[in-house]
């Protein structure tokens, strides 16, 4: 067994742990991702209003990905077409 899959087997059971968790809590994270930013925004005087949004939009798409248990993108919108396999 090589080092990365040494690293890998390691730590898996963070990653699910963390995974559970974003799970769990995204609502607050997202709120907190939310709260930083307004922060930040108010105390840089909005100079850099582009670039926060654009960096809680990511991280905010980070933690949606983290929360995905099948590791398998976004989740189909309820009442929504899946898209096709070939």
């Known amino acids: 067994m ?11 059971p963070a990653k699910d742990k963390v995974s559970d968790l974003a799970q769990q809590h995204g609502d607050k ?11 930040v925004d108010a105390k840089t005087k909005g100079k850099y209003s582009d670039k926060i949004v654009s960096g809680t939009q990511k ?9 995905q248990k ?8 309820p009442g929504s077409t899946p898209p096709p396999t070939s």
């Open 2 to 12: 090589g080092f990365m899959d040494n690293l890998k087997a390691k730590l898996s």
């Open 29 to 39: 994270i997202d709120q907190g991702l939310d709260k930083a930013a307004r922060t």
């Open 59 to 67: 991280a905010k798409g980070a933690v949606d990905k983290l929360a």
């Open 70 to 77: 099948d590791g398998g993108g976004t989740p189909p919108t």
